[in-house]
């Protein structure tokens, strides 16, 4: 069975710095998807940024980029010039490959809780 | 840009009544999910619907709970008989296709069951 870990469940930076939330998981499949999700207060899930298995290269969304590391089975998101509007809980899942009949099952972390401070 | 809606935000009820959990979701998308989220623990998967039938449901996901797609635009969560350890935010989500990973998810309705 997959499992997602986040260590970190508050974590606080200042506005326009940069921070890092860290995410492990364990699985046995091969290829596979990471996600990172953001819950702001207004409770909806938004996806951050994805990120597959196969592809060596490093997600980057703008400000959001991640760290995947396969072989430590580490994924953390890395939000530079951090922003007001960053404070929301960050939620790291993972996703079997997605192939036709397979179902899109997340499986996900206990969450971090950031605050931008200004 | 689309997104799913959810209602309502808030629900209350009492225990062993049932309770209907309504989402609308994106209208192209083909595949739709429940979410739960009960507080201080981990999202937890439901269920996942597809072509008019369920595709996979979790361990949480017994007799109690049905889903329903009754017209072209909404999907729906029932409970039938709530519990006091059914409060938890119940998340809806869809995705476009077979073959693309991305859930989209609605804001929640966060379900009380005193």
């Known amino acids: 069975a997959q499992t997602v870990t986040q260590s970190q469940p508050e974590m606080s930076v200042q506005e326009a710095e940069t921070v890092t939330l860290s995410c492990t998981y364990d699985t046995s499949e091969s290829n596979y998807y990471l996600f990172w999700y953001k819950q702001p207060p207004s409770r909806q899930m938004i996806l951050v940024i994805r990120?597959?298995?196969?592809k060596q290269q490093n997600a980057t969304e703008n400000r959001f980029s991640v760290n995947f590391q396969k072989a430590a089975k580490s994924f953390s998101l890395k939000i530079s010039d951090s922003q007001l509007g960053d404070t929301a809980m960050y939620f790291c899942?993972?996703?079997?490959?997605?192939?036709?009949?397979?179902?899109?099952?997340?499986?996900w972390g206990l969450g971090t809780s950031l605050a931008v401070n200004p | 840009e689309p997104e799913v809606t959810q209602t309502p935000s808030h629900q209350v009820t009492q225990m062993g009544q049932e309770v209907i959990l309504r989402c609308v979701p994106i209208?192209?998308?083909?595949?739709f999910y429940w979410y739960r989220q009960i507080l201080g623990q981990k999202v937890e998967f439901l269920v996942s619907?597809?072509?008019?039938?369920?595709?996979?449901k979790s361990e949480i996901f017994d007799d109690q709970f049905s889903v329903e797609r009754p017209d072209g635009s909404n999907f729906t969560l029932k409970i039938r008989s709530t519990k006091l350890e059914d409060s938890a935010m119940y998340f809806c989500?869809?995705?476009?296709?077979?073959?693309?990973?991305?859930?989209?998810f609605g804001s929640g309705t966060q379900l009380s069951v005193l």
């Open positions: 990120q597959e298995a196969y």
């Open positions: 899942a993972f996703m079997k490959h997605v192939y036709a009949g397979n179902n899109r099952k997340l499986i």
């Open positions: 619907f597809y072509n008019n039938e369920i595709s996979e």
């Open positions: 989500a869809s995705s476009e296709n077979e073959t693309n990973e991305k859930l989209f």
């Open positions: 209208s192209n998308h083909l595949y």
